[in-house]
């Protein structure tokens, strides 16, 4: 007998392996391409707010700590996001920057480009005063400050401190 020679044929086509790849690629590029149309991110309201939050205690923070002079927290809107600025006196303190289309609103008034919300704390980190278009905004019960992205998220600016949601009383 004799025996029979197999013909072998190249095979064409890709390894599993090569096609797996291929697809986690096309995933992380469909998800980065996806984030980068939709515009705002739904977390960009939350880290705003954050932001905000974060620099009126630090500047409260400083209040408390240098009770020899008062301490002035300035958050400008520029075009690319929000500045922060806390100075005491002529000296800059701290100086911070956030990058974000969310817009911000305080006491019913949105705070446009080239517009500064100014915020003073005294000697022993009590809210003094609050400024917005030149206008000192009463404050007794709080300031409301909204960050609005996806979604509106409160933050209230009162003598004592800051806080997070609900509205100001």
Request: glycine share 10%; hydrophobic share 45%.
């Amino acid at each position: 007998m004799r025996a029979q020679k197999q013909r072998t044929t190249p095979v064409s086509g890709f390894t599993v392996v090569e096609m797996i790849t291929v697809l986690l690629l096309l995933g992380v590029l469909s998800a980065v391409a996806i984030s980068r149309m939709v515009g705002t991110s739904a977390y960009e309201a939350a880290l705003l707010r954050d932001f905000v939050a974060s620099q009126t205690a630090h500047a409260r923070r400083h209040a408390t700590f240098r009770q020899d002079v008062n301490i002035l927290l300035t958050l400008t809107r520029t075009a690319a996001g929000l500045t922060a600025v806390v100075s005491g006196g002529a000296e800059i303190l701290h100086r911070d920057e956030w990058q974000s289309d969310a817009r911000i609103d305080v006491a019913g008034t949105e705070l446009i480009t080239g517009e500064s919300l100014l915020v003073g704390y005294g000697g022993s980190g009590y809210l003094r005063t609050v400024v917005l278009r030149g206008a000192a905004l009463p404050h007794a019960s709080g300031i409301a400050i909204a960050a609005i992205g996806e979604q509106l998220l409160d933050l209230c600016l009162h003598p004592s401190g800051v806080s997070r949601g609900g509205q100001c009383v």
